[in-house]
């Protein structure tokens, strides 16, 4: 049965797009067939953390507003079998969809993939409900710094409002020494915005590389943040994995 993950922050810039991209990867990598949803209308960047930019054409308001099939506006990655994208408008939406032509598209979705990452905007206005408007999981990104952890506990509080079933947390950009200075650990962050970890990702100068170099971030060099974001994965798929601070 597939699963539907938004990937929230409230924050913005705190790595929702890199890990939207990373773990779909991973988890088409692991034989599952994934669908990434960039739902940043107007600021979408999916297609490039994806190297997918050429496939950014019909977009999920085509899908909406009946322009375009599903199975039209997805495309497979010629990268990394598996894994299939469907972008975002290049405008921000203004005119809500309707709530039934969204649960259609979800529907559809369901029938076709085992799982689906949405790429959810920042903040939690309206294009950050309609990401997390049929999702039965989100996971919450966040670095360690307490501006941003004070925005993922508002938008953990906003997201358990909307009834989405399973709330996780994924630490990113984790440089050990700023933990020290804070005098702070991974479980002052889940403590502070009360959420179940399923990640930590060291900070890791490959995801700029990468992206710079047009080369998705699990086929770069398989270095610290590609592991990490393959055991999140791997979590997420329900598979034991140790938290591993190396
Ligand atoms: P968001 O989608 O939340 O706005 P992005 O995924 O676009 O955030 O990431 C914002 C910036 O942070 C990008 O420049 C990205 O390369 C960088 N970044 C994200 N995660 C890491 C990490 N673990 N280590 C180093 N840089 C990172
Ligand atoms: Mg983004």
Known sequence: MCKVIAVASGKGGTGKTTTVAAVSSCLAALGYKTLCVDFDAGLRNLDLSLCMSDFAIADFMDVLDGRAALTEA?????????????????????DEPSSEAVKQMFDDIRGEFDYCLVDSPAGIGANFRLAHADADMSVIVTYGDIAAIRDASQAADVI?????????LLVNRVMPR?????KATIDTVIDAIGV????????DDSIFLSLHDG????????????????????????????????
């Open 178 to 182: 700023n933990f020290k200075y804070m």
């Open 74 to 94: 997805c495309h497979e990655s010629p990268l990394i079998p598996n894994l299939f994208f469907l972008a975002a408008p290049v405008s921000y939406i203004t």
């Open 196 to 203: 179940q970890l399923i990640g930590v990702i060291r900070e």
């Open 160 to 168: 358990r409002g909307m009834g989405v079933g399973e709330l996780r």
């Open 215 to 246: 080369a998705p971030l699990i086929l770069y060099k398989k270095r610290r943040a590609a592991y990490d974001f393959l055991d999140a994965a791997r979590r997420i798929a329900g598979e034991d994995v140790p938290l591993r601070m190396r």
